[in-house]
């Protein structure tokens, strides 16, 4: 998957809620003293009782992380702080854009798709990995599922002005329905998920 997002030594990348930091971590190996990560936690989800930024400033104190920079803001600022970058990895969270928690104060997928495009310097590539839920569904299992429809979130990107440049099948799973939550435990962690590389011309 970073072969496929295209992330190299050298790279600048933004991780968009980074969970439990490991993509951070690899993606700091790769790009090494070199390059940039930023390990950005989205203020609306910074006041959960894991405390996520707390984490990611410790993951950022690790030996041979000097590379990566903690930023917590609102969703669709994408901290202007941040230079001009290659890569935004968005990873099982773009559903989350068509949920309640993260529309609370006020953002929407348009607005943070069009935040991407002007953060990404041109010919920059902003990769996309989620749950997939069924065809014609849209984003209409995005609260109850935690799913969205791949071509749903494709006809998003591509409004903002991306061009979609490869997909992946890597993560897919046929024996998925996508009619179960993805934290039940008969599919946790076996989800089919999508992948999208787009580009910004």
């Avoid at 600048?12 to 090494?32: H, Q």
């Avoid at 953060?119 to 065809?135: K, M, N």
């Avoid at 440049?165 to 024996?175: C, I």
């Amino acid at each position: 998957m970073i072969r496929f997002a295209r992330v190299d030594a050298g790279s600048t990348v933004i991780d968009v809620y980074p969970g439990d930091g490991d993509w951070t971590r690899l993606f700091s190996d790769v790009v090494g003293p070199g390059g940039r990560v930023y390990s950005f936690v989205p203020a609306e989800v910074a006041h959960f009782n894991n405390d996520p930024v707390g984490r990611m400033r410790t993951l950022a104190k690790e030996l041979g992380r000097e590379n990566v920079e903690v930023l917590s803001a609102d969703l669709v600022a994408l901290p202007e702080a941040t230079q001009p970058v290659d890569v935004l990895w968005l990873h099982l969270f773009y559903h989350d854009l068509h949920t309640a928690l993260i529309q609370a104060r006020g953002a929407t997928a348009g607005q943070f798709n069009r935040a991407v495009y002007e953060r990404l310097r041109p010919g920059g590539f902003y990769v996309i990995v989620d749950h997939s839920a069924a065809v014609g569904a849209g984003a209409s299992a995005a609260q109850s599922l935690h799913r969205i429809e791949p071509a749903f979130v494709r006809e998003e990107v591509e409004a903002a002005g991306f061009v979609l440049d490869a997909e992946s099948t890597l993560l897919a799973n046929k024996d998925d329905t996508h009619s179960i939550k993805v934290f039940d435990p008969s599919i946790k962690g076996e989800t089919d998920r999508f992948a999208y590389r787009f580009v910004k011309p």
